[in-house]
T-cell receptor, first 113, second 113 residues
């Protein structure tokens, strides 16, 4: 069973600070990694995808991937109260027919104004 | 942006009853999925569907579950005899091809009493 592990939090940061969210995964051959944001009672919303080692930036978000350490992270710069949500790390399991995603349990982020 | 539509948003049923959850995936998408999320727990993969047949299913997806694409637009999940532990948020998702972004619907909250 492939596993994706995240610290459940909550992670509390003041408005304007950098929030750092971490994730580890068990399947060494995984190639595709995703960060989703989920507000309470809502569906997951894709924020970032990353496939290669290193950093990928999109606006205030930076995803970091280290396949050797089986580690993915998400940095949120200039955190806003609207960023308060649960952040889900997801790893694509290698199957022949589809995009089966294995999700972590999520990290609750609270941004305090 | 196009959306995956799910109905109903809430479904309450008695234990042992059959329920059908409905989804309209995005029109040009080829791959369809059902995920579920029990309150406070991980988003879990149930089943993937491609070319009018199940391509993969999880161990959760036992004989009580079935999926169907009865026409060119709808994608349904049927639970034949609901149990208390089936209470969860059920998300439909679709994507146009392998490796493409997964679009989630807004979910159906199923409560089994």
């Amino acid at each position: 069973q492939k596993e994706v592990e995240q610290n459940s939090g909550p992670l509390s940061v003041p408005e304007g600070a950098i929030a750092s969210l971490n994730c580890t995964y068990s399947d060494r051959v995984s190639q595709s990694f995703f960060w989703y944001r989920q507000y309470s009672g809502k569906s997951p919303e894709l924020i970032m995808s990353i496939y290669s080692n290193g950093d990928k930036e999109d606006g205030r978000f930076t995803a970091q991937l280290n396949k050797a350490s089986q580690y993915v992270s998400l940095l949120i710069r200039d955190s806003q109260p609207s960023d308060s949500a649960t952040y889900l790390c997801a790893v694509k399991e290698r199957t022949e027919y589809g995009n089966k995603l294995v999700f972590g349990a999520g990290t609750i982020l609270r941004v305090k104004s | 942006e196009p959306e995956v539509t799910q109905t109903p948003s809430h479904q309450v049923t008695q234990m042992g009853q059959e329920v059908i959850l409905r989804c309209v995936p995005i029109s040009n998408h080829l791959y369809f999925y059902w995920y579920r999320q029990i309150l406070g727990q991980k988003v879990e993969f149930l089943v993937s569907f491609y070319n009018n047949e199940i391509s993969e299913k999880s161990e959760i997806f036992d004989d009580q579950f079935s999926v169907e694409r009865p026409d060119g637009s709808n994608f349904t999940l049927k639970i034949r005899s609901t149990k208390l532990e089936d209470s969860a948020m059920y998300f439909c998702a679709s994507n146009p091809g392998l490796g493409e972004k997964l679009f989630f619907g807004s979910g159906t909250q199923l409560s089994v009493l």
